[in-house]
């Protein structure tokens, strides 16, 4: 089967509407209604849909409900229960997949007698019942609704105040002018792995998520003073739930688009029990066409499988197995042909390979007690595998160039973590847990001198232990006042450094549409493994002692509801971060939290000290009569200093960032089942710092020389970036197909990633980021 052929029967099968054009036109929305706390059901809360009298549901013995019949299209739920805050939120009815509800309503401290209703948009509340400032909760739908997003989670935080991009050709983020490497990704409780294709070493991010849309349900983003449950990071927190299958009926996904083939399948083990399953696969499409025979020099190479199965439990409690895999490589082959002649070259030849591998599967047991609490236990194992050869030689008239390297990092982690929350009454609530990680790694690096000499940089093979513990406590006075208070404890057996880091916050509520609040939290981060183990030349590992990184985070933010929909909220923040790891002697202006592509092969020293402080303001318009916005403003400041060095610019001090990200839909179609929307996003932010290039040390040495006295003195240009997504939903029977058009960088422009030096040609250059990059994407959903 040639390519063209291939690529006809994928479009014909996917797009065949006709197949599924039969049966009867009944759409229904189901769901259950729980404690946000304790997770119990709540027996008879009344669920409606606003300006639809007739459709409404009692909540059963088991928190469930149903509506049947609703009309398709966007609708308003409203959910109240005795003594419970009213919840509300927006959902949006398909024909193509039954909507399935997890809601968690929050009980009301007042007195019965003086309960009133009022409702707010449920985004305004995070899913984490204890989480507080620098949080907020973000859906699935943003992640595929937001232009530029393309399904990513890190992508679409890009539109929140003081997110900044780092290289827009990936999706490493710098939050708040912390290292992209700050930012911790956790899954169903427990600490996951970089999830993201062709990641870096002991990195936050990569070209391609791993994360598949299909897969995840609404979850939680923090940049700052972040709840005591969370620790080992220094930046910011996504806190990602995944969803159940629908345990009811079976239903299917397919999606193609220039980001890969996807299939997804999800139900019901039997109709007599509740469990469920969810699986999706996904593939590279240019490497499929590669592998089909069209000849697509140096394609990017990956592939990924996800799932959530969910498995009731006779006794009471839920297991669930989860996983996320993600393989992805990329060959690249060159020859005189292929390289720039204007570079002077007499002959080329160049092989390089870059793979990185990311693995985790885990199992989760929750179970609610009968004395209002809930108890979750996770076991997971992860591992990630990185690695890079470089393999080059290339003549030139005066001289020839020769590299050869292989770099191979691998790391595995067992990982076990215990959570109790215990709601002791409708003021208190205390959650405390721990965890013990197993850390295993394998780490090797040669360096091929004059390209036939192997020198040995490192070598190592151990493991490790690391184990957390903490406990915090909410504490609801009355309906003004209310504070957070905690501590994360964290020992790393390596070299035996701990850390106790106290957490916190106060909340005072002026009225039902504001409030203020400040939060402090001490927070700390071990090293990358991979620089533990950097060898002398005497084979002493320089660096085995090195402590944590720690900062001090406190932030003053103040929401204000506009109306029902419409948010401004305002933070202001300062951290202060010690216990750098910073080099020495020559390298003594080094700094990790600078650090990018390779890791130091020197040792360094906890002497550097750092800096954020920052302003933001964000005014948001939840989805409200088919259109939303999201207005962000931040001023910044990111400084560091090491022994020898004042304070001075870190590379991520971008000093602003302004983005608009706005969408609206339009109900289109002779039948008024069909939707037309159009989503934009305009990012303009400050440009970052690098160290400028000393031209005649350059010269002398043939390579690329830093002036490393004058470190992070270069200002960039600006970053600008317009994206612009297009989408085209079609309700048929018994399925929704949508045809999505992301176009990445819209105007082209050529933002500047840094500086470099051209050997050959003795020229200083700049390297810029991604161009632009239409994204098409066609799913369907029966």
């Known amino acids: 089967m040639n390519c063209i052929k291939f690529i006809f029967l994928v479009v014909f099968l996917i797009s065949n509407q006709s197949i599924f054009a039969q049966g009867d036109q009944t759409y229904s929305i189901r769901g259950t209604v729980k404690d946000e706390v304790t997770q119990q059901a709540l027996i008879g809360a009344l669920v409606y849909v606003i300006h639809h009298e007739n459709q409404s549901a009692i909540t059963d013995e088991n928190g469930d409900f149903r509506i049947e019949s609703l009309p398709l299209g966007r609708h308003s739920l409203q959910v109240s229960y005795l003594g419970y805050v009213a919840y509300m939120s927006n959902i949006e009815v398909k024909s193509g997949k039954e909507l399935v509800l997890n809601i968690a309503m929050k009980e009301d401290i007042k007195a019965l007698d003086e309960v009133v209703i009022t409702t707010r948009a449920d985004k305004s509340k995070t899913i984490n019942s204890l989480a507080y400032a620098s949080t907020r909760t973000f859906s699935v739908e943003e992640s595929s609704k937001f232009a530029g997003a393309v399904d990513d989670p890190a992508r679409m935080a890009q539109s929140f105040a003081g997110v900044v991009p780092t290289n827009d050709g990936s999706n490493y983020v710098s939050i708040r002018g912390n290292h992209p490497s700050g930012l911790l990704y956790r899954m169903e ?29 609404n979850s939680d983003f923090s940049t700052g003073a972040f709840a005591a449950e969370y620790g080992n990071a220094l930046g910011g927190v996504f806190d990602i739930k995944l969803r159940k299958g629908n345990d009811s009926k079976r239903e299917y996904t397919l999606k193609a688009g220039f980001l890969g083939m996807e299939a997804a399948i999800e139900g019901p083990f039997s109709k007599k029990y509740k469990g469920s399953y969810l699986v999706n696969y996904r593939y590279s499409t240019l490497s499929l066409i590669s592998k089909l025979g069209v000849d697509l020099s140096g394609v990017l190479n990956y592939s990924d499988l996800s799932y959530n199965i969910h498995l009731p439990l006779l006794k009471g409690g839920n297991l669930s197995l989860f996983g996320i895999n993600g393989w992805s490589n990329q060959n690249i082959e060159e020859t005189l042909e292929d390289f720039d002649t204007k570079n002077g070259a007499l002959e080329h030849r160049y092989n390089g390979k870059f793979i990185s591998n990311m693995t985790v599967n885990g ?22 595998k990185s690695g890079f050869s470089d393999d080059q030689r290339t003549v030139y008239p005066s001289y020839t ?10 790391t595995d982690k067992v990982s076990a973590a215990v959570h109790y929350t215990q709601k002791v009454n409708s003021k208190i609530t205390w959650r405390s847990g721990g965890y013990f990680d197993r850390l295993g790694y394998r780490m090797v690096y040669n360096d091929y001198k004059n390209g036939t000499d192997l020198t040995n940089i490192i070598n190592n093979k151990d493991n490790t232990n690391m184990a957390r513990a903490y406990s915090q406590m909410q504490y609801r006075l009355n309906e003004k006042w209310t504070a957070n208070i905690g501590f994360h404890y964290s020992n790393f057996m390596l070299n035996k450094k701990q850390t106790i880091e106290p957490r916190g ?100 020293i906890n002497e550097g000290k750092g800096r954020n402080m920052g302003v933001e303001l964000t005014l948001e318009r939840f989805l409200h009569n088919n259109w939303y916005y999201i207005v962000t403003g931040s001023v910044f400041d990111s400084k560091y200093k090491t022994p020898s060095l004042d304070w001075t610019n870190t590379r991520f001090n971008s000093g602003f960032t302004s983005v608009i990200t706005i969408g609206k839909e339009w109900i289109v179609g002779k039948s008024r089942r069909n939707t037309l929307g159009f989503n934009l996003k305009n990012a303009w932010v400050g440009g970052q710092f690098d160290t400028p290039i000393d031209r005649l040390a350059s010269q002398a040495q043939q390579k690329e020389v830093r002036d490393e006295l004058n470190p992070f003195s270069v200002r960039l240009k600006d970053f600008y970036k317009l994206d612009v997504g297009i989408k085209y939903k079609r309700n048929k029977n018994k399925m929704t197909s949508t045809l999505s058009l992301d176009l990445m960088n819209a105007t082209n422009n050529r933002n500047i990633g840094g500086l470099t030096y051209n050997v050959a040609n003795d020229r200083l250059d700049e390297w810029t980021m991604m161009p632009f990059v239409p994204v098409l994407s066609y799913k369907v959903e029966f």
């Open 401 to 410: 160039y020769l590299s050869k390297y292989d770099i191979e990092n691998l």
């Open 505 to 604: 916050n106060i909340q005072y509520t002026f009225n039902q549409r504001s409030n203020i609040a400040i939060a402090y939290g001490r927070h700390s981060q071990i090293q990358p493994l991979i620089v533990y183990f950097v060898k002398s030349e005497e084979g002493r590992l320089v660096n085995k002692d090195l402590d944590f990184t720690k900062a001090h985070h406190l932030v003053l933010t103040h929401n204000l509801d506009i109306s029902s929909h419409t948010r401004l909220k305002t933070e202001m923040y300062y951290q202060h971060l010690t216990g750098i790891p910073v080099g020495q002697g020559a390298n003594k202006n080094f700094a990790m939290i600078n650090q990018q592509f390779l890791f130091p092969d020197f040792g360094l």
């Open 363 to 384: 199992a989760k047991y929750t179970y609610s007690t009968k004395n209002n609490g809930f108890l979750s236990a996770i076991i997971a194992y992860g591992t990630t």
């Open 189 to 217: 409780g427990i600490d996951i792995p970089n999830p993201n294709h062709f990641g870096d070493v002991a990195s936050s991010g990569g070209g391609v998520s791993v994360l598949s849309s299909q897969v995840l349900s």
